[in-house]
């Protein structure tokens, strides 16, 4: 029996439609990997909010500090007052972030830290463009939708869009069929005769990327390019801006995903997991670089100033630290890796299982291109025995991996066993469709 039967509509029709969903019947209760719906059925919850239940569903820790932190002080509007949490937060992510990022700007979602970042370094340096790369995204506020490419459907029916947005390709060695270390190349050389041709230095404020692009695919970004991104900065004056909203905070096996590429950001953009499930995001930059931001000129009710959030942050980082999540990251992503390259070598598609951490993405080409069609029917199986997975890619053909970053090797083999069910299910109709055609 189906897991997601036609839930009363009428139960569900104040609630607007603009959101897709993947698992319709409500959800009660979350603990660790795992959340129950209101008829009592169990999932393993492998889309983490999109990376935000980092730590799991209400981690012990977690809730213990937004427990105790609600009956202390539950608002302190930055404007008005210091919330003692703030301070303490702002030390402890000091502690983790790169040495050059040392000063923040707190806020709630991750495209209003976008919207920041770009303001920061528009006004630090004077200059009106952004740069950002084919298929990243980085959110849904008008600016964000401008800097966004990763699906037409976040732009169509928007446009137009603040201007000043210049977009560069980003190196796809995969789709493109071609050696890594060219791939890289084309896209610097895209880069360079964009700053002589559309948006030149003097006019560019920064470039925004992803280090794993994320909605466009869960595509690592080749260190060589991080690394030209930064030569290119340093010689014209360009911000580098690095969005880890989705891949930082032990996502990736590190505690940034740029990390291993040893690139330095100016200013570093955080979110999702940094709170296990609280609003919050983060704008990291220089002392000096945020001292250019006059104050006044930024700011909002709720930035900085939510001590449940700071309280939750603290937790997380404790529990990052105190269970080995990066550590965790790496083993289990490696070993989840793995199986998952065995489950679909029966597959006649050409495949890619990639991403660094427990940021892993499935791509399934069949003969005829991106199969969208068995990535969807995937998913839907997958749900119906109780297992939650995303998906993502420019051509909907990329399952997306993200289990919390806690997610136990037993939890792992038992998603495994789903997906390897669903995709034989799958198969088997397909076949049985063939012959009967
Ligand atoms: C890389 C990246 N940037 C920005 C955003 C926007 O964050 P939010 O949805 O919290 O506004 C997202 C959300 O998925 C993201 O993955």
Redesign the pocket.
């Known amino acids: 029996m189906s897991r997601q039967n036609d839930f009363s509509v009428e139960m569900t029709s104040a609630i607007s439609s603009v959101w897709g969903r993947l698992a319709k019947t409500p959800i009660v209760r979350g603990e660790g990997s795992w959340v129950y719906d209101i008829e009592g059925r169990s999932y393993l919850d492998f889309t983490s909010g999109?990376?935000v239940t980092a730590t799991g569903h209400c981690h012990p820790l977690v809730v213990q500090a937004v427990q105790e932190q609600a009956s202390k002080l539950l608002f302190g509007q930055m404007n008005c007052m210091l919330p003692e949490k703030t301070v303490e937060y702002s030390r402890a992510i000091r502690e983790v972030t790169p040495d050059s990022i040392d000063t923040f700007f707190f806020s709630n979602?991750?495209?209003?830290a976008?919207e920041g970042a770009i303001k920061l370094a528009k006004v630090s340096t004077g200059r009106p463009n952004v740069i950002a790369f084919q298929g990243?995204?980085?959110?849904?506020?008008a600016m964000?939708m401008a800097l966004t490419s990763s699906k037409g459907i976040y732009r169509e029916g928007y446009q137009p869009l603040p201007s000043g947005v210049f977009f560069s390709s980003f190196p796809n060695a995969f789709r493109d069929q071609c050696d890594a270390d060219l791939a890289v190349k084309t896209a610097l050389a895209d880069l360079e005769r964009l700053l002589k041709t559309q948006t030149m230095p003097s006019e560019t404020a920064a470039m925004l990327i992803?280090p794993v692009l994320?909605?466009g695919g869960y595509i690592p970004t080749p260190k060589a390019f991080l690394q030209g991104l930064r030569e290119v900065c340093d010689r014209t004056g360009i911000l580098l801006i690095v969005?880890e909203?989705?891949?930082g905070f032990a996502r990736s096996g590190h505690m940034w995903a740029h990390e291993s590429s040893e690139v330095r950001p100016d200013i570093l953009?955080m979110?999702?997991g940094i709170a296990s499930g609280l609003p919050m995001?983060a704008i990291g930059a220089s002392g000096e670089l945020m001292s250019k931001w006059q104050p006044g000129s930024h700011g909002g009710t709720y930035g900085g100033g939510s001590p449940l959030a700071m309280a939750a942050g603290l937790a997380t980082l404790q529990v990052i630290r105190q269970e080995h999540l990066i550590e965790n990251a790496s083993r289990e992503g490696e070993y989840l890796s793995n199986r998952l390259r065995d489950c679909l070598s029966r597959l006649p598609h050409r495949t890619d299982v990639r991403g660094p951490g427990l940021m892993i993405g499935v791509e399934l080409i069949s003969e005829h291109g991106p199969d969208k069609e068995l990535v969807t029917h995937l998913q839907h199986e997958c749900l119906n025995r109780g297992l939650m997975l995303l998906t993502c890619g420019i051509g909907g053909n990329v399952i997306r991996w993200i289990p919390p970053v806690n997610v136990s090797r037993s939890e792992i083999d038992e998603a495994i066993d789903i997906f390897d069910q669903s995709l034989n299910s799958v198969m088997e109709k397909r076949e049985t469709l063939a012959l009967t055609s």
Do not use: Y
């Not at 979602?109 to 209003?112: H, L, M, R, T």
């Open positions: 999109i990376g979602s991750g495209s209003e976008v990243g995204f980085h959110g849904r506020t964000t992803e994320g909605e969005d909203i989705q891949s953009i979110a999702k995001s």
